[in-house]
């Protein structure tokens, strides 16, 4: 009888030990393989002065760099560790998982599985620690306009983008978490706490700083040590007392910021968001609009980023604008932020005095039109391209027509702006052809065209090659194969379709073309117009604002312009042919010391790349070598010996251009 119940409190002791949770399990991506080495290893040391206890358990995954930290015996690959009180960041004390890609996805599911499957919890933080990155392109042909952090000197700067951290969360076997947090840069953006909605609990927050961040980061020891007292904290607490120590440790006049952000209040910031940008739709109101934007300072601006605190710009567009309906919209919006942000941190270098405002939460908004990435608009990051208006009033903003063309707030309506090759044609006179180019003011992605060829002109027509008046439509890139597009003719009426909805966004690089060959002009002297209409998906047609017209006069009937003529029909076909070569966005970028440049040869040739300042003085060559065709690389590593700011980078190809990017070094 005695072994029987003896049996029976061993395996309820076993079940009570096996099923116990944590209160919360505290995992860290420590991600030190790069230029934040040391200081890695100084927060691994905060975490280990407050140690794990029976409540709280504290693990990380720490990947180390090479050249500069040698203490602990510079190892130099990845290791995991449960953090006890006063535990070196010895190899010893941890479990050796190889070297490791932190920028990988896969490599963050596996340590989300291993805090699972080791320590499990009633509530999770999620912590990722690194540098925290900007709006960029990660490579050619990838998935522009992602924020991105953990960036992997040891893995050839691989760095993990925001789609890419919430698909490896909905991989692993921690789906929902109650805090995700990042002590990294730049991360305090609305698009990255709406990204990561679907993975944190309702009642989860965010921590993440608009502006950059000092290398000493979080202070993690009297954070911790709370934690171990209050372990039945909520999410919102610990997100609050990691503000409060931020503030503490930073002190009043800094240019630090933090916040906690409530993902329950996320989707009606978005909401408020899309009618706020919606509400911008007054033409008359356009300069006080720009005035709000310029009182409104970018966090970190002079190296490429272009967060705009919201709560800041609607109260400058509340307090300058005349329109009650923006005003209204601008102070819901306001209100909206408030309630998302649980608590906030912002030294006295970034308030609003300081022209920055942070009150906790930053949305994408360059200054200007020639800072802007049409990649925004096709790759929006809250919400879908539909559902989302925020990259519709920046369309409308920097096209200087908050009305867009007729009343439209959604933008492609009306949108575009045309020129054609020829300024004059003569009366009653044969051509070769006419070049029409439509260059998108706003998301054309999936929308169509219509033409109206000049009464009186040859009728055009899409079946015949040969025939007078033949049509045929493509979309034209400098550095990219045209693509066709579908045509279809009803009179004088040529109607476009077949544009994919990632192409002829609002400065993508696209426009639309169509040749008009074979044909005879009108006898009557004056303006020929062809008249435009351009709709989005599913959109209604409506004119452009400017409508493009030549000039038919006697003055151009001559031998010239007819030479001139044939001239523009064989540019026109060059245009068509594949190019032989295309130049790559470089990545990382912003970057510090090493980024790589893709570029694609057609052709084997003499490759050349070199680097210029704005001024356009060159730099340096960073490339001059012979190259079989196919897909490269190049890779420049000095960005250390340059300044801080823009500079751009040019590819030739047996001595011509074939395509010129910007790049900026971050210092």
């Given at each position: 009888?005695?072994?029987?119940i003896?049996?029976?409190?061993a ?52 990947d ?14 990845t ?35 291993w ?11 999620l ?11 990660r ?7 992602e ?11 691989d ?21 995700i947090g ?22 989860a ?10 290398g ?8 911790l ?20 120590e ?40 356009l300069s ?23 709560y ?9 604008v ?45 200054k ?13 990051l ?12 920046l369309?409308?903003?920097y ?12 933008g ?33 992605g ?17 079946t015949g090659?040969?025939?007078?008046g ?42 639309l ?8 002009t ?6 020929a ?22 000039t ?38 912003p ?11 057609n ?23 012979d ?24 590819l ?11 790049a900026?070094v971050?210092?």
């Amino acid at each position: 009888m005695k072994k029987i119940i003896i049996g029976m409190l061993a395996v309820f002791l076993f079940q009570s030990f096996a099923f116990s949770l944590y209160k919360w399990t505290f995992a860290v991506y420590l991600d030190a393989d790069n230029n934040l080495e040391d200081a890695g290893v100084a927060d691994f040391i905060e975490m280990s002065n407050a140690g794990s206890d029976s409540n709280i358990a504290i693990v990380c995954q720490f990947d180390r760099a090479s050249g500069y930290d040698t203490s602990y015996n510079d190892w130099k690959s990845t290791y995991r560790f449960f953090i006890e009180p006063g535990m070196k960041p010895y190899t010893s004390n941890g479990s050796y998982v190889y070297e490791k890609n932190m920028g990988s996805p896969t490599t963050l599911t596996n340590f989300i599985n291993w805090v699972k499957t080791n320590y499990p919890a009633e509530k999770y933080a999620l912590i990722f620690w690194n540098h925290g990155g900007g709006w960029r392109d990660r490579a050619i042909a990838k998935t522009p306009m992602e924020r991105a952090v953990c960036w992997d000197d040891g893995s050839s700067d691989d760095c993990l983008y925001m789609k890419e951290v919430s698909g490896a969360i909905q991989n692993s076997n921690i789906k929902n978490w109650d805090l995700i947090g990042f002590d990294a840069c730049l991360m305090g953006h609305f698009e990255v706490a709406y990204q990561l909605k679907d993975c944190l609990k309702t009642d989860a927050v965010v921590v993440a700083s608009e502006e950059t961040e000092p290398g000493d980061g979080w202070n993690y020891t009297p954070i911790l040590n709370w934690l171990k007292t209050n372990y039945t904290a909520s999410a919102v607490s610990l997100g609050n007392k990691i503000v409060s120590e931020y503030s503490s440790f930073y002190g009043a006049s800094s240019d630090s910021t933090l916040s906690c952000i409530k993902n329950s209040n996320v989707l009606d910031v978005a909401s408020k968001l899309n009618s706020f940008a919606d509400s911008i739709n007054d033409n008359s109101q356009l300069s006080k609009i720009q005035s709000a934007r310029t009182a409104c300072k970018a966090y970190s601006e002079a190296d490429g980023y272009y967060g705009v605190d919201i709560y800041r710009f609607a109260e400058q567009v509340r307090s300058k604008v005349t329109n009650s309906s923006i005003q209204t919209a601008a102070t819901n919006l306001k209100s909206s932020v408030s309630s998302c942000v649980a608590s906030n941190y912002r030294g006295s270098y970034r308030n609003n005095t300081s022209g920055y405002g942070s009150y906790g939460l930053c949305v994408y908004f360059p200054k200007t039109k020639s800072n802007y990435d049409s990649a925004y608009a096709t790759e929006i990051l809250y919400g879908s391209g539909s559902g989302n208006k925020w990259d519709d009033f920046l369309t409308r903003y920097y096209a200087g027509n908050l009305s867009s063309g007729g009343g439209s707030t959604s933008g492609p309506e009306g949108s575009g702006k045309v020129s054609l090759s020829k300024a004059g044609v003569a009366p009653s006179t044969y051509y070769t052809s006419i070049t029409y180019t439509l260059t998108p003011t706003a998301n054309l992605g999936g929308g169509k065209v219509e033409v109206t060829i000049p009464s009186n002109w040859t009728a055009p027509q899409n079946t015949g090659s040969r025939g007078t008046g033949y049509v045929k439509a493509w979309i034209y890139h400098y550095g990219l194969s045209s693509y066709k597009l579908q045509t279809s003719v009803s009179g004088q009426k040529l109607t476009i379709t077949g544009i994919p909805s990632s192409r002829m966004g609002y400065k993508s690089g696209d426009k639309l073309k169509f040749s008009y060959k074979k044909f005879t002009t009108q006898s009557a002297t004056g303006k020929a117009y062809f008249g435009t209409k351009t709709a989005g998906p599913g959109g209604t047609l409506q004119d452009i604002s400017i409508q493009k017209y030549v000039t038919v006069d006697s003055l151009y009937k001559s031998k010239l312009f007819e030479e001139d003529a044939e001239e523009e029909e064989e540019i026109e076909e060059e245009e068509e042919e594949e190019v032989p070569a295309t130049l790559g966005q470089n990545y990382p970028n912003p970057f510090n010391p090493q980024t790589k440049i893709p570029y694609r040869i057609n052709e084997p040739g003499r490759v050349v790349i070199k680097l210029y300042n704005v001024t356009g003085q060159e730099i340096v060559t960073i490339l001059d070598e012979d190259k079989l065709s196919g897909e490269h690389t190049a890779i420049f590593e000095s960005g250390d010996k340059l300044s801080r700011g823009v500079y751009y980078y040019q590819l030739t190809l047996n001595g011509k251009i074939a395509g010129t990017k910007r790049a900026i070094v971050l210092k």
